[in-house]
Nanobody, 122 residues
Framework: QLQLVESGGGLVQPGGSLRLSCVAS????????IGWFRQAPGKEREAVSC???????YYSNSVKGRFTISRDNAKNTVWLQMNSLKPEDTAVYYC????????????????WGQGTQVSVSS
């Protein structure tokens, strides 16, 4: 059974950095694309980034140039390096998996982690 576990969230000051991890179990990661999504209180879920196997990464305009997604299939892990964090990045961050190509459309993902809280505040 596919399971995703996120970690690495926390409280950081504006301009700071965090690295989120998404560890997959029950699958061979190289057959899956991973997406990162976030949801702030009172707001709709928002796409952040996605990365398929042997594909280029995709980023939402709000994080482009600040966030970097990467993966290590041997470790069944995908990371989201977040730099120059802003208060508006505060949200619960989720990773999600889908077989095949990556997408920033969250409706195409059917496997989700439990989320990790990221708070950016001074």
């Amino acid at each position: 059974q596919l399971q995703l576990v996120e970690s690495g969230g926390g409280l950081v000051q504006p301009g700071g950095s965090l690295r989120l991890s998404c560890v997959a179990s029950g699958i061979t990661l190289d057959a899956y694309a991973i997406g990162w999504f976030r949801q702030a209180p009172g707001k709709e879920r928002e796409a952040v980034s996605c990365l398929g196997n042997d594909e280029p990464p995709y980023y939402s305009n709000s994080v482009k140039g600040r966030f970097t997604i990467s993966r290590d299939n041997a470790k069944n892990t995908v990371w989201l390096q977040m730099n120059s964090l802003k208060p508006e990045d505060t949200a619960v961050y989720y990773c999600a998996a889908r077989a095949g190509l990556s997408s920033l459309n969250s409706d195409l993902y059917d496997n989700w982690g439990q989320g990790t809280q990221v708070s950016v505040s001074s």
